[in-house]
């Protein structure tokens, strides 16, 4: 945990936010199983950067397959079907050892709907209240105190109840957890919560489930003096906005606007396990298309407000369905891993950067669906949701310097598996983006190979239809292995010539083509530069061109 000063200068006046949160970023990793969690903290997690993981609950529940069967517990054993205690405790140290919390789903507003009697606790009848009424949410009497959906609303004021929920809570952070998510939340009157986390061992991070409405008598805001709340309104802001129901160019104040938490108490996320199965007209997921959910992502890891959380999920067919029978780190079967996505994945090492400096700076739109932004000298981001393409001069406030378009490649060991973008002297930096897409840069991809390692490639003659575009690919990595799907985009900027400048190894041999092919399917409209292969050294050459 750490201070941070939020100021957001937005038009013709900022707005100072002091704070104290947690930096970074974390993800949901929806229904995976604790073995597939710690490797994906090996493996994915921690060097990526993301701070944390959300699991799901992890205590004993009702059974069934369908998702929210894990939110009807049953008792506080850790037991389920993500797996066993002592895989939980050792996902916890494997992840904790690369620097990755574990944020555990916590329910303790109810047990399961089943009769008032919980002997593996034990709860008795006398534990819970008794009204089995419809919730008045114009009541908050009503709202804390009866059944939610059927579900056996615990008697929280009650100091037997909040010791053994803090004991549960207890047991977990003895095993190393991090944090807590407190589900429904708004149902448990915020001074019994209170109470509960004073009894906790450590400093948990808390973050509470308060789905905030005009004219309900239980409201957010309520809860911030406790920790953390999750702010309902940023997620169907953004998917108003990046679904295209209005102008994006309007989103410029986001999280300056009359009722919403401030940046410190706030939680905000595109989509969660809820809202995305239950809204789905209105909540942007995997449906909308990856364009759309990686620009909503972009946009939410760049924008300095709030405790980001990315929700990585798995296809459903209807909004009760369970999990995937496979494991999810296949990423495969129906399992989604948005959070893999090099546009959202990348995007944290991005937040990570310019946690430092909250100063939006050098906004510009074009009225319509297209906006850039930077954060001060740290890093600078445009965002496309045009269907055509997007190309102009920026004035980013970063250093000169040439560096990684991290949304379109992969940054390592200084230098880029896609586009660069070349800052110059007076923080101007010419930038092309796709049509549904976006680009981002920042202080710390900075691109430092030898110059004469990277190549200026273009394809002349490149007609295109809407929807195709021009790539270079080759018989090296770095320019796919010949591989269509892994191909390396051109910029149209100069239509029908097709430029883009490409770093590649020093001193190697190359043989490449120009190539078309479909923008969202890699292996549609293929269409080859005919001859024989063109052949380049990357130490004695500096530019590289052909025709079609």
Not at 64 to 73: I, L
Request: contains cysteine; proline residues 4%.
């Amino acid at each position: 945990m750490k201070i941070i000063t939020r100021l957001l200068c937005l038009a013709m006046y900022c707005i100072v936010f002091s704070t104290q949160t947690y930096a970074g970023a974390f993800v949901h990793l929806f229904e995976w199983q604790w073995t597939d969690i710690a490797s994906e903290c090996e493996d994915v997690l921690g060097p990526k950067g993301y701070a944390a993981v959300q699991v799901s609950p992890p205590q004993e529940s009702i059974d069934g397959d369908e998702w929210w069967t894990r939110y009807q517990p049953v008792s506080y054993e850790i037991a389920g079907r993500s797996g066993t205690r002592e895989e939980f405790s050792d996902m916890v140290d494997r992840c904790e050892a690369v620097g990755v919390g574990i944020y555990v789903d916590a329910v303790i507003n109810h047990m399961a709907a089943w009769n008032r009697d919980f002997p593996n606790v034990p709860y008795s009848p006398d534990d819970f209240h008794s009204c089995t009424a419809d919730i008045d949410y114009s009541n908050s009497w009503s709202i804390q105190n009866c059944d939610l959906v059927g579900l056996n609303d615990l008697e929280t004021e009650s100091d037997y109840v909040r010791g053994k929920i803090a004991d549960y809570m207890n047991d977990l952070i003895g095993l190393g957890v991090a944090g807590f998510r407190i589900d429904a939340a708004k149902h448990i009157p915020a001074e019994d919560i209170s109470n509960i986390v004073s009894r906790l061992n450590g400093s948990p991070y808390i973050f509470q489930e308060v789905i905030g409405a005009s004219g309900e008598a239980v409201q957010p805001d309520e809860y911030t003096y406790i920790g953390a709340v999750t702010e309902f309104n940023f997620t169907d802001t953004i998917g108003w906005y990046f679904k295209g129901n209005g102008t994006l160019s309007d989103i410029q104040n986001i999280g300056s606007w009359d009722g919403w938490l401030s940046s410190n108490s706030a939680v905000t996320f595109v989509a969660n396990h809820d809202n995305q199965r239950q809204d789905t007209d209105n909540i942007i997921t995997h449906f909308d298309g990856e364009g759309v959910n990686n620009n909503a992502h972009v946009f939410t890891l760049a924008w300095p407000y709030g405790y980001p959380k990315v929700m990585s999920s798995y296809d459903w067919d209807y909004s009760d369905q369970g999990p995937p029978s496979v494991g999810a780190s296949t990423c495969s079967n129906g399992w989604l891993c948005e959070h893999r996505n090099q546009e959202i994945a990348n995007m944290v090492a991005f937040r990570n950067a310019t946690d430092g400096e909250n100063e939006i700076t050098n906004w510009w739109d074009n009225d319509s669906q297209q906006i850039a932004f930077g954060r001060g000298s740290l890093g600078f981001v445009v965002i496309n949701n045009e269907d055509y393409a997007l190309s102009r001069a920026f004035e980013t406030s970063l250093p000169a310097g040439t560096y990684c378009d991290i949304v379109n490649g992969d940054y390592s060991d200084d230098s880029c598996s896609g586009t660069t973008i070349t800052v110059n002297d007076s923080g101007e930096a010419t930038i092309a983006v796709n049509a549904n897409g976006a680009v981002a840069i920042y202080i710390d991809a900075v691109v430092t190979s030898d110059p004469d390692d990277t190549i200026s490639f273009t394809c002349n003659n490149g007609y295109t239809y809407l929807g195709q575009s021009v790539y270079v690919v080759g018989d090296i990595s770095e320019l796919g292995n010949w591989a269509p799907e892994s191909a390396v985009k051109l910029d149209p900027s100069n239509y029908p010539t097709w430029t883009g400048n490409i770093t590649l190894p020093t001193d190697t041999d190359v043989e490449w083509k120009c190539m078309k092919r479909d923008e969202d399917d890699t292996s549609a409209a293929i269409e080859w530069e005919s001859g024989s292969n063109n052949s380049l050294n990357t130490s004695t050459s500096t530019s590289a061109q052909s025709s079609f």
